[in-house]
């Protein structure tokens, strides 16, 4: 059998698929495989982009998108047959915390007291009124009368910081980096205030707390993604 | 929208009833385990992450409206990942796309080429990099590949879902594979 008629046959080969005409014809070309190095080698590689086509890795889609199949399921949901609670019933904290078992090493704890150290510290300088390393851009934003999330004014003014910082780099990228960076940043903004919107009607709703910091870290990672490729 | 441990705990079945009922915390759960596989499904076959987004985006959408179909009667990841593809196909007719038998852009080498390239390649196929030649597969390629090598499909329903032969799933299997050979052994 030539080189060219077994190439040709190996995809089925590999998946125990071919009509072979006969068994004489299936043994002509493992006969074959033993036989010719490169066709043995071709089979080897197909072999290995089948095998690893089944491992290949999972890819995460943007946190954004949970948020507008959210919302459209909400709106088209009937109130009538709107769950106002959940049919599972939730663990309460206590049965929560009963359940983890708390084991801490000893750099752990270290780090917890520096912590807490930390945390007193600043709790004295803000019980006199000074604020240490005051910093204008964070007093400016402490008036925002719309947080919906406790540090929402720093996050945001954070954020803000970072996209001046990336449309000055914008004058250097082409122009479909430029788009893409575009589209991502309106998406998850929209997606932010759609979350913001629900979270005003409803500003204890933990799930949408979580979903807009879940929002807040996209954009950052966004941001900074895009502040990289300065380098 | 971390879904508490008791959510968690139930089963795909479980959750789809309580979705079907109205549950969006139990649909929730559903997504975040399985949102993962779908998008890289849509990703994989469409080479494109704005279209696998809005498509993820609208495949649980479609999942939501016909969730109290599901009888539990296969994996719900095989039911899931059968409206997956069925979805993304259908997007490709909507754009007008007809499958295409991909014939000249992705033809086999000469013999001679394919026996060369043999010589001293690298033996080990990267993941990564598998993943990177996928999406630059010839479309016609690369939606028989993904459908067969990635997510199992046998020919016979590949060919069904198409509307092309058997033989003709082979042959594009075949040659998808030879043509990411060739990508693989260019990076290399």
């Given amino acids: 059998m030539e080189c060219r008629a077994v190439i040709e046959s190996l995809s089925d080969f590999l998946d125990g698929q071919g009509i072979w005409n006969s068994e004489n014809e299936k043994s002509s070309i493992e006969e074959h495989l033993d036989a ?62 009963k359940a983890r078992q708390f084991t801490f090493s000893l750099p752990q704890m ?28 964070r007093l400016s934003l402490t008036g925002v009368q719309s947080a919906l999330l406790p540090d929402e004014a720093q996050i945001r003014a954070e954020l803000n910081r970072r996209i001046a910082e990336v449309n000055k780099l914008k004058a250097n990228w082409n122009s479909q980096l430029r788009s893409e960076f575009d589209t991502r940043l309106t998406q ?39 502040e990289r490729s300065k380098q | 929208m971390t879904a508490n441990g008791i959510y968690n705990a139930k089963g795909d079945f479980d959750l789809a009833q309580a979705s079907s009922r109205g549950d969006i915390k139990a649909f929730e759960t559903l997504y975040e385990r399985h949102n993962r596989r779908v998008y890289s499904l ?36 095989t039911w899931l990942h059968r409206m ?35 010589v001293e390649r690298p033996r080990h196929v990267d993941r990564l990099s598998l993943d990177k030649a996928i999406r630059e597969l010839p479309r016609g390629y690369r939606t028989v590949f993904v459908l067969h090598d990635v997510e199992g ?34 990076k290399a």
């Fill in chain 2, 84 to 118: 997956t593809v069925n979805h993304v196909l259908m997007h490709f007719r909507k754009r007008g796309v007809k499958y295409e038998k991909t014939t000249e852009e992705g033809e086999i080498g000469e013999l001679q080429d394919i026996i060369q390239s043999v």
């Fill in chain 1, 188 to 226: 998850i903004e929209q997606s932010l205030e759609q979350c913001r919107t629900a979270l005003r009607a409803n500003p204890n709703d933990q799930s949408q707390q979580q979903q807009l910091r879940k929002l807040y870290e996209e954009e950052r990672q966004l941001l900074e993604n895009a």
């Fill in chain 1, 110 to 137: 270290a780090g917890a007291g520096a912590l807490a150290v930390a945390v007193v510290v600043t709790g004295i300088y803000g019980l006199s009124g000074r604020t240490p390393n005051s910093d204008p851009t």
């Fill in chain 1, 36 to 97: 010719c190095p490169a066709c043995q080698s071709l089979k080897l590689e197909l072999t290995e982009i089948k095998t690893a086509a089944r491992e290949l890795p999972l890819h995460t889609p943007p946190q954004a998108i949970w948020v507008r199949i959210a919302n459209t399921l909400e709106a088209e949901l009937p109130a009538s047959e709107r769950k106002t609670r959940e049919e599972f019933p939730k663990e309460t904290w206590w049965e929560r915390f």
């Fill in chain 2, 153 to 186: 499909f046998e020919h016979e329903e590949i060919a069904k879902m198409l509307g092309v032969s058997v033989g003709t799933s082979k042959s594009q299997l075949h040659k998808a594979r030879m043509k990411l050979r060739d990508l693989l052994n260019k």
């Fill in chain 2, 42 to 77: 849509c990703l994989r076959m469409l080479a494109n992450a704005t279209e696998a987004e809005d498509l993820t985006q609208e495949v649980f959408i479609q999942l939501f409206r016909k969730i109290g179909s599901f009888r539990g009667e296969s994996a719900f990841t």
